[in-house]
């Protein structure tokens, strides 16, 4: 039994990608769960995850499998995260987001909304007092900057018995409504696009998260229960060489190698029984997922990946972290009784 539900996404090929290789792709399809992966430098892979979206996938399948549980289980004050994890371009910012926040149709909207339209239809039909918060920061050079209020551009994460792993001082809007919701998140995109152009930093290299903290109140026994959702849109994954990185560019893509190379050793100590000696305190990134990957919680990561030939070892090696942290077991608060 694994606590982390691992899935993986092949967006349609780009224009591009089309126009070197054709219609080509670097999987075959077995079915829902696994396909071949194909790398002419390497031999065929066979790789089975929870599930397998391919090209034709919509935004709601994604969203359907992923996110459903993970709203409702907040509600029930059981923390949840969902993380979206591959190279620059495998489509990250799309399925969390969809095409742009504000502007979009009902098919292409990402996860962030279809999980704050959720929330809002199950605490609406139920009679219990409720408060929804908002926090939007960013990790960029081990540095937590407050999407919120830009003033706030190194923030500290502290730890407290009754809040668990917190963000502290972030800033934290109450939320009514779904539109409210919409509005606050898009001034954030707005804010990171601003501090990106004040940094000359691609959005690509820091890592986004959107936290909502979710009070609930049961007006029959008076119990309050508190359960944080976190999505997070990760920096690019993609080697250094690739990118071919100089000064601080390449500082950059080393800083976000290691933080994502601290997620990759948190979770392979997670997987193999170490489980007192997990190096959380490594990155940012892995201190604030500590309660997500290690508590009482539930956690979905989608590997995005190019169908494209041309990318197949970025795919291959983000394929292998989705198998890797599919090992993750179930933390035994979670294990029915
Ligand atoms: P990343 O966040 O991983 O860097 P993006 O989400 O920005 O990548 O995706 C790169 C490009 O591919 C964007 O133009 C995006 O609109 C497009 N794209 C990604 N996934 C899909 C998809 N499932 N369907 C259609 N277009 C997609």
């Not at 199950?122 to 003033?151: H, N």
Request: glycine residues 6%; neutral net charge; charged residues 25%.
């Amino acid at each position: 039994m694994s606590n982390v539900t691992v899935c993986v996404r092949f967006r349609p090929l780009s224009h591009k990608e089309r126009k070197a290789n054709g219609d080509n792709v670097c999987f075959k399809k077995l079915d829902s769960e696994s396909f071949v992966f194909k790398d002419e430098r390497e031999e065929d892979v066979i790789f089975s995850f929870d599930k397998v979206f391919y090209e034709d996938a919509q935004q709601s399948d994604v969203y359907n499998f992923l996110a459903v549980p993970i709203v409702s289980d907040a509600i029930n004050g059981i923390n949840g995260t969902i993380i979206t994890y591959g190279q620059t371009g495998a489509g990250k910012t799309y399925s969390m987001e969809g095409p742009s926040i504000l502007h979009c149709n009902e098919q292409k909207t990402g996860l962030v909304q279809r999980v704050v339209d959720e929330l809002f239809v199950c605490l609406g039909s139920s009679a219990s007092t409720w408060t929804v918060k908002l926090s939007m920061v960013e990790i960029y050079l081990e540095k937590v900057r407050d999407l919120l209020d830009l003033s706030k551009d190194n923030l500290q994460i502290k730890e407290s018995k009754t809040q668990g792993i917190y963000i502290s001082g972030a800033t934290e809007i109450s939320i009514l409504n779904s539109s409210d919701a919409l509005e606050n998140l898009s001034q954030g995109i707005a804010n990171r696009a601003v501090g990106e152009t004040q940094m000359n930093l691609a959005s690509s290299r820091s890592h986004c998260l959107y936290i909502f903290s979710v009070q609930y109140g049961s007006t029959s026994d008076e119990r309050v229960t508190s359960g944080k959702i976190i999505l997070v849109d990760l920096a690019g994954s993609e080697k250094v060489e690739k990118t071919g990185a100089e000064g601080r560019v390449l500082d950059e893509a080393k800083t976000i190698n290691k933080s994502l190379s601290a997620l990759g050793n948190v979770i392979n100590a997670l997987t193999t029984g170490k489980q007192n000696h997990v190096p959380f305190r490594d990155s940012k990134l892995t201190r604030i997922l500590q309660d997500a990957l290690g508590g009482n919680s539930r956690a979905a990561l989608l590997c995005c990946c190019s169908p494209s030939p041309s990318n197949a070892p970025e795919s291959l090696s983000t394929l292998r972290f989705g198998t890797r942290t599919k090992l993750i077991k179930a933390s035994p608060k979670l294990i029915p009784e």
